[in-house]
């Protein structure tokens, strides 16, 4: 980063793709949430349920994350290290962290369905149903921590962003090191909780057990 960087016309490098999945990403994510909600009102004729409005929800949260992402290209996301001045290097660090307020909430939004989801299916069991209430309190409760971190981290809020301000910030790489392992744990078992039901039920063939159990456990990817 220096004052006599030369910053060519942006997007530029890495951000030119940046900007190119952002704008694509979404309209692929609308297509199978679509194909959801078509599936969901017109094949199956069930009322939607409140899995369904949390994942319209998260579908309007995506579409705001795309679109700040692709606005953050235009301030420097993509960059080399080099090609940074101090302004821009500002408007970079202030995008990307309004953005990583929907990432977040995005994240929130699609694994909280998936365990609401759950719910429906084998809630009657009364473990399995105090599972997935403890893994969404766990799930939320950290990504919530993740969310107010990200905005309140440094004191003053602004020195996020003008990093010359008096003040301090928190560590970020002990609290992203902290987020990831949050969100390894909370993918792993998502991904393992209907797996513990679905081998309790009786299936004509166990390749129809496998193949259920591969649907479900897509929560892993």
Same mark, same amino acid.
């Not at 190119?20 to 979404?26: G, K, L, Q, S």
């Not at 409005?53 to 998260?58: F, N, R």
């Not at 001045?85 to 290097?89: G, Q, S």
């Not at 897509?218 to 990817?221: D, F, H, Q």
């Given at each position: 980063?220096?004052e006599?960087?030369?910053?060519p016309?942006?997007?530029a490098?890495n951000?030119?793709?940046?900007w190119? +999945?952002?704008?694509?990403?979404?309209f692929i994510?609308?297509? #199978? /949430?679509a194909?959801? #909600?078509?599936?969901r +009102?017109? @094949?199956?004729?069930r009322?939607w !349920?409140?899995?369904d409005?949390?994942?319209?929800?998260?579908m309007v949260?995506?579409i705001?994350?795309? /679109?700040? *992402?692709?606005?953050?290209?235009?301030h420097g996301?993509g960059?080399?290290?080099w090609?940074f001045?101090?302004?821009?290097?500002s408007q970079y660090?202030?995008w990307?962290?309004i953005?990583?307020?929907?990432?977040?909430?995005?994240l929130?939004? #699609?694994?909280?369905s998936l365990?609401? $989801?759950?719910?429906?299916?084998?809630? /009657?069991?009364r473990?399995f149903r105090i =599972?997935?209430?403890i893994?969404?309190?766990?799930t939320l409760?950290y990504l919530?921590?993740? =969310?107010? !971190?990200?905005?309140?981290?440094?004191?003053?809020? =602004?020195k996020?962003?003008e990093?010359k301000?008096?003040?301090?910030? @928190?560590?970020s790489?002990a609290?992203?090191i902290?987020y990831g392992?949050g969100h %390894?744990?909370?993918? $792993? *078992?998502?991904? *393992?909780l209907p797996l +513990?039901m679905?081998?309790r039920l009786? #299936?004509?063939t166990?390749r129809?057990?496998?193949?259920?159990?591969?649907?479900?456990g897509?929560?892993? %990817?």
């Open positions: 980063m220096s006599n960087a030369v910053v016309e942006l997007p490098e951000g030119v793709h940046v190119r +999945t952002a704008v694509v990403m979404p994510t609308f297509a #199978f /949430v194909a959801r #909600f078509y599936c +009102t017109y @094949i199956v004729r009322a !349920t409140i899995d409005y949390v994942v319209a929800a998260t949260a995506i705001v994350h795309a /679109v700040l *992402i692709a606005n953050a290209t235009y996301m960059l080399h290290i090609q001045t101090p302004e821009l290097n660090y202030l990307v962290g953005s990583s307020e929907f990432y977040v909430l995005s929130a939004g #699609f694994k909280s365990i609401l $989801l759950y719910l429906q299916l084998f809630g /009657v069991n473990k =599972a997935c209430y893994t969404l309190f766990y409760g919530t921590c993740n =969310a107010l !971190t990200e905005f309140l981290g440094c004191n003053p809020i =602004a996020k962003w990093q301000l008096p003040g301090h910030c @928190i560590n790489v609290a992203n902290a392992a %390894m744990t909370s993918d $792993l *078992i998502i991904g *393992i +513990t679905v081998w009786q #299936f004509p166990t129809q057990k496998i193949g259920l159990s591969l649907a479900l897509s929560g892993l %990817m």
